[in-house]
């Protein structure tokens, strides 16, 4: 079974600074995707980044990019520019490619504070 | 764009009593996937559906019971409804295979 580990429970950031969230999977899995997914206040998921475990490159989206190291299991999420609205609930997510169903494994979750 | 539709948004109920959850995919994903997330938690995985078959099962009490209809939507039953049930219920879509999930908005279900 995958297991997803966010060892930071809560986080504050400054407007305007950086910074990142950790997270550690275990699978023996080769073929599986990543997923960073923040919930706001509202409660509702929603998709930050992807990364496919079958490529180096990291993923990168505006503010937002991934620091991905396969061999060390290793998933980080790095917010740049940080604004008030990012303040959310982050959660790191696991999924192993199957034909039919891809369930999403979720750590526990990383609160994050942007502070003006 | 079309998202996932859930319905109903906020949903309370007693003990012991039963509530039905509704989830009506985004057109042309024909896989439903059903999360509960209790307060301060991470979202559980419960079930899941490929063309109206159960596809995959994960911690789902067995008071509960889902289905996938032939128009795609899919409902979660809840029997027997227990204080512990108290948590926000998502439902998410995608295409079979995809990696493409788009999460509906979540049901808030209260157990008194």
């Known amino acids: 079974a995958q297991t997803v580990t966010q060892s930071q429970p809560e986080m504050s950031v400054q407007e305007a600074e950086t910074v990142t969230l950790s997270c550690t999977y275990d699978t023996s899995e080769s073929n599986y995707y990543l997923f960073w997914y923040k919930q706001p206040p509202s409660r509702q998921m929603i998709l930050v980044i992807r990364q496919e475990a079958y490529k180096q490159q990291n993923a990168t989206e505006n503010r937002f990019s991934v620091n991905f190291q396969k061999a060390a299991k290793s998933f980080s999420l790095k917010i740049s520019d940080s604004q008030l609205g990012d303040t959310a609930m982050y959660f790191c997510a696991f999924m192993k490619l199957m034909e039919y169903g891809n369930k999403l494994v979720f750590g526990a979750g990383t609160i994050l504070r942007v502070k003006s | 764009a079309a998202g996932v539709i859930q319905s109903p948004r906020h949903l309370i109920k007693e003990k012991r009593e039963t509530a039905t959850l509704k989830c009506y995919p985004i057109?042309?994903?024909?896989?439903v996937y059903w999360y509960q997330q209790g307060p301060g938690q991470d979202p559980q995985f419960l079930i899941s559906?490929?063309?109206?078959?159960?596809?995959d099962k994960g911690s789902i009490p067995d008071r509960f019971s889902a289905q996938q209809f032939s128009d795609y939507h899919s409902e979660l039953n809840m029997s027997s409804l227990e204080l512990g049930d108290s948590a926000l219920y998502f439902c998410a879509s995608s295409r079979a295979g995809s990696t493409g999930y788009t999460f509906g908005s979540g049901t808030r279900l209260t157990v008194v």
């Open positions: 559906f490929y063309e109206k078959m159960q596809s």
């Open positions: 057109p042309r994903h024909d896989t």
